[in-house]
């Protein structure tokens, strides 16, 4: 069956160092994966999406890259801060628009 | 411009009754998903709803259905309660046929307690 591992547990990393954030996927090939912030008590904020043909996509200070062939995404935020403390979702589409979500790591950016 | 609004934030209800959760999509939006998100969890996605009819659905039981209205709004019904169906029941929508076919706008989703 599909399976989506993000680090469960919370990573903690100092304000101004780059936070990066990893998610693997198993059993299917997704055509794109998005990631997306949730902070308690509210609904998830999609962020970035990168198609399977990109291995890189950037946006400010988020970047997130993509390799099919590790069957993995990686999420890296430069230049933390105190406002990035969230927690950060995966979510590859596979199929037709299936959305799948990971359990999601929880980042705290320390001042 | 209006987000994606839900009704009611927080719902009590009991073993066995039913429960019926309301979506307004932003604007311009034509596509309504719906997700299950347990404490702790990430969201699992429920069903989809796209020119009124499901388009796709995950896997939950029929206890859970849905419908969708002319102006895109949405209901998630839920038969038969159980206490595992207490979490965060979240909608998202998004515009088919465009760019941003799969971002979707999540609303603050509705609190579901079932005692």
């Known amino acids: 069956s599909q399976k989506i591992e993000q680090n469960s547990e919370a990573l903690n990393i100092q304000e101004g160092k780059t936070a990066t954030l990893t998610c693997n996927y198993t059993?299917?090939?997704?055509?794109?994966l998005q990631w997306y912030r949730q902070d308690p008590g509210r609904g998830p904020v999609f962020l970035l999406l990168i198609r399977e043909n990109e291995k890189e996509k950037r946006k400010e200070r988020l970047k997130v890259t993509f390799d099919t062939t590790l069957k993995q995404s990686l999420f890296h935020i430069t230049a933390s801060q105190p406002a990035d403390s969230a927690t950060y979702l995966c979510a590859p589409i596979g199929g037709y628009q299936k959305v799948t979500f990971g359990i999601g790591t929880k980042l705290q950016v320390i001042p | 411009d209006a987000g994606v609004t839900q009704s009611p934030t927080h719902l009590i209800k009991t073993r066995g009754q039913q429960v019926t959760l309301r979506c307004s999509p932003k604007s311009g939006h034509d596509t309504v998903s719906w997700y299950q998100q347990a404490l702790g969890q990430g969201p699992q996605f429920i069903f989809q709803y796209y020119e009124e009819e499901e388009r796709q659905r995950g896997n939950f039981p029929d206890r859970f259905s849905g419908h969708q209205f002319p102006n895109y709004s949405s209901e998630l019904n839920v038969n038969a309660l159980l206490l595992g169906d207490s979490a965060l029941y979240l909608c998202a929508s998004s515009l088919v046929g465009t760019s941003g076919l799969y971002e979707q706008y999540f609303g603050p989703g509705t609190r579901l307690t079932v005692t």
């Open positions: 059993n299917y090939s997704p055509a794109y």
